[in-house]
């Protein structure tokens, strides 16, 4: 068989049985097959295959952990010490039956004697499918560099973890990128909240509040804190690049939309959950690539148009959970583009924050066509505009205005940073 869940994986030489089997003749221990000490002689429930009644008696066919299904047993319910497993078998089966006829309540216990092999063998794939998925599960936590917790879920259909998707935490640039670099100036704040450091530096408004909650308009950049700033990992200003902080689960939707995203905790208005993150190509690898996902249905391409449409992250292949936030028109999360490491206004990282409320087991969304561009241009002639209003404000209610003094007054307000915009404003309208 030829497994596919990374970068190191190649074609098998034996099955996971035959490992297994060849293990327990040798003795040998090998927990990454499930071969451990604690069952190397021993003989644990992985899960149920079938079941029947025989004389009276209801007996379970048997997969032991660690042993191949050559090995499987029928064994009478007293020998099962597996309550949890038994739970799970009962609740497969009515599941089974009340997608077979959803207006009856499924079936009552001892009412079957025995299981068609049609039944028997959607118990087994669904038995295989919980542990391909839980360990699909364990190696999202091992790859993630967050504090949340990810969890997988399908109680709708046989769907197992996705063969040809790899969980990465940051960018990751393809052939023909090289721009992903470090900031090369940072601040030496003791208080970024209170100095504002980086956006100030950047010219633009600090993004949180004391809450680390956003408080800025979307379209607004988000300068955050680098790795050259003196300030610690609680700096106010670090947010986005701590990771999400909430617990997660991928789960698969009832309603043909494949897997989403849910939240497991509350999560307030305007805070960050999550990062977009892929594989960053060119605007003419991005081009040929949307034709093929154009064909089979699909899009992962978000296009980094902040100040110019050179570059595009694809999270088709490479990504993290974003990868599965599924689209609505009327969202729960917004976009923001945002500067930490690398000052390229042409490499962006996207956050998604909430904008609003969001209960526990509430599905995440956000929307595929949201517009985020908000250009250099447009934002250094707004706050031109802001900063020339201010000006003339103070002057019109300036007592001086009813005196001699009026072109002193005009003088005070005519700053060298009003010079500077009257510059840029000249520069940016040619």
Known sequence: MAAARGAWCVPCLASIETLQELCRKEMLICTNIGITRKNLNNYEVEYLCDYRIEKGVEKFFVKWKGWPESCNTWEPTRNLKCPTLLKQFYSDLYNYFCALKPNKKGFLKNSI?????????????????????????????????????????????LEGPPMDFYYINDYKASPGVN???????????????????????????FAYNEHRQIKIPPGRPIYECNSRCKCGPDCPNRVVQKGPPYSLCIFRTDNGRGW????????????????????????????????????????????????????????????????????????????????????????????????????????LTFDYQMKVNYSFKQMVLKYMMNFMLWCIRGLLHDPAIHNKTTRLTWQKYSCSNLTVLGTLAQILLI
């Open 179 to 205: 721009t992903l670099g470090e900031a090369i100036v940072g601040c030496d704040c003791s208080d970024c909240f209170k100095g504002k450091c980086c956006p100030t530096e950047a010219g633009v408004l």
């Open 260 to 363: 989403g995203v849910k939240t497991l905790q509350k999560i307030k208005k305007n805070s960050f959950v999550m990062e977009y993150v892929g594989e960053v190509i060119t605007s003419e690898e991005a081009e040929r690539r949307g034709q093929q996902y154009d064909s089979r249905g699909i899009t992962y391409l978000f296009d980094l148009d902040y100040e110019a449409d050179e570059f595009t992250v694809d999270a088709a292949r490479y990504g993290n959970v974003s990868h599965f936030v599924n689209h609505s028109c009327d969202p729960n999360l917004q976009v923001f583009n945002v500067f930490i490491d690398n000052l390229d206004v042409r490499l962006p990282r996207i956050a998604l924050f909430s904008t609003r409320n969001i209960k526990a087991g509430e599905e």
């Open 113 to 157: 004697k025995s299981l068609d092999p049609s039944l028997s063998d959607y118990i087994v794939k669904k038995a295989k499918q919980r542990i391909a998925l839980r360990r699909w599960e364990e190696e999202l936590n091992r790859k993630k560099t967050h504090s949340g917790t990810l969890f997988v879920e399908n109680t709708v259909d």
